[in-house]
């Protein structure tokens, strides 16, 4: 099997393992405990991943991409601004009480910070072990350590339901699952004979002209585009208010998890693997023919969410949840988008053309952000919903625009290559309604409407069909 493949399928099974659990733990954190706590909770997790996420200031994106000959120098670069912003931010939280009792107010822990400065310290840990396995294509380690995380911190918020459901609990959880997963990591790197601290010697810490275009556009992009990823989950609870900011919160996560799946996971094997073909034409192909595929698995169950969001809100959540019902039938379009965006998102980076990247972080971050702030003064909950999903949308499309010119694909033959998967979604989707509407029987609608789309789709894309699972047998057929 090839490690793409391989890769690939190790990410997609630890995320619809981890998103199922996540979702099975949903009902408990809704019945047993506060709406104010959940948010908190929340918001916290979208901190953690903020730290995670901009601590390398761009140098994990360099280290990953650059050619063989050049790794020992990037390793000592990512290996030494990593460890000198992480310990900057221990000093800015430090001197701001403001921005941790935030997190900390009404919990036991409040006067002891010590608690977010070890959690940037393994944060730190946690970054650089993950880029050195993800340059060896070692995603099977890195999975193993997130399932064995999850698992303990699910069952510690299952377990705590019943007995002691308090904020100090799911935050001591989290920690503990951070402990957890970050020595699993450090394990995985000794038992691969993977150096993790810097190698000594000449040129270990050059700073090229290169270095300079990585750390400054994607270390700042990296700090606005998990801002504009993670931070609507803080930003909600200054908008809406403690109460109502989960009903925005747990959409938005649920509604990602059937992209994440096979999106994300897939396209976190993408970026080293086409860091080593490089060549335009070998791109394109493997790109169009990923987001045939990814869409059309996707498609249908997007509108199945936005279809089903009273059932889905009655299942997870309870009656009271009102405002989830509109989250989950409109966020699946911001959806849509991100499905065809990310694939190619790291295509910027390995043409080495940051600035483009960090454009579209701070255009995202800021929509994102004026979007629910004037959204929700205008209209309301659902006032923020509509505003989010439609500048999500148009900024996510400008981006996908740009990214396939890069590779000298134009945008109308990419969209082209996937009409045949829209138009089969829009029968769905129709027919759906259609017979909803005559009948008011959601489920069966919708069966009907599903069996038109798999007729029509392998009707129109048959050869394409047949020819990508060939491939696809093919590729697990090769030893490594």
């Known amino acids: 099997m090839s490690k793409f493949v391989k890769s690939s399928i190790w990410n997609l099974c630890a995320n619809i393992?981890?998103?199922?659990?996540?979702?099975?733990?949903?009902?408990?954190?809704?019945r047993y405990f506060l709406k104010s706590d959940i948010s908190i909770f929340k918001s916290f997790q979208s901190f953690i991943v903020i730290l995670i996420a901009i601590i390398p200031l761009g140098t994990k994106h360099l280290y990953i991409s650059s050619p063989k000959d050049r790794k020992k120098e990037r390793w000592n670069l990512a290996f030494y601004v990593s460890s000198f912003f992480a310990f900057f931010l221990i000093i800015l939280l430090s001197l701001n009480s403001k921005f941790l009792s935030f997190f900390l107010k009404d919990v036991t822990l409040q006067h002891n910070y010590i608690f977010i400065f070890i959690l940037v310290f393994l944060a730190t840990i946690k970054t650089l072990a993950i880029t050195r396995l993800s340059s060896n294509m070692q995603f099977k380690e890195i999975s193993i350590a997130l399932m064995v995380k999850q698992i303990v911190l699910y069952s510690i918020i299952i377990t705590s339901s019943f007995k002691l459901p308090t904020l100090t609990i799911l935050f001591l959880a989290l920690f503990i699952t951070e402990v957890i997963e970050t020595c699993m990591l450090l394990i995985f790197m000794k038992v691969s004979k993977i150096q993790f601290l810097p190698s000594f010697g000449a040129k270990v810490f050059s700073i090229d002209k290169v270095s300079q275009k990585f750390i400054f556009f994607i270390g700042f992009e990296q700090i606005f585009n998990v801002l504009a990823q993670q931070f609507p989950a803080i930003f909600v609870v200054f908008v809406m208010g403690k109460n109502l900011a989960p009903e925005f919160q747990l959409p938005l996560y649920a509604v990602s998890i059937p992209a994440s799946l096979i999106m994300v996971s897939v396209a976190k094997v993408i970026f080293p693997y086409i860091s080593e073909i490089r060549d335009n034409e070998k791109i394109k192909t493997m790109l169009i023919s990923l987001e045939f595929i990814i869409t059309l698995i996707i498609l249908p169950i997007l509108i199945g969410i936005s279809f089903f969001s009273k059932e889905i809100v009655a299942i997870l959540f309870d009656k009271s949840w009102t405002n989830a019902v509109?989250?989950?039938?409109?966020?699946?379009?911001m959806i849509i988008a991100n499905v065809l965006n990310n694939p190619f998102t790291s295509i910027a980076a390995v043409k080495e053309k940051p600035h483009i990247i960090f454009i579209y972080s701070i255009s995202l971050f800021l929509c994102r952000m004026l979007s629910i702030f004037v959204g929700y003064k205008l209209l309301g909950f659902k006032g923020a919903i509509l505003?989010?999903?439609f500048f999500d949308f148009f900024i996510r499309m400008i981006r996908l625009k740009i990214d396939t010119s890069l590779v000298k694909l134009k945008f109308s033959k990419f969209l082209l290559n996937l009409k045949n998967n829209f138009l089969a979604a829009a029968i769905l989707f129709s027919v759906s309604i259609l017979l909803f509407s005559t009948f008011q029987n959601k489920l069966v609608s919708f069966i009907v409407g599903f069996i038109f789309y798999v007729f029509l789709s392998f009707k129109l894309e048959k050869e394409r069909i047949a020819e990508l699972v060939y491939k696809l047998k093919e590729n697990i057929s090769i030893k490594r």
């Open 17 to 30: 393992f981890v998103r199922a659990l996540s979702l099975v733990t949903y009902p408990f954190l809704v």
């Open 326 to 333: 509109i989250a989950f039938r409109f966020l699946p379009i």
């Open 387 to 389: 505003l989010f999903v």
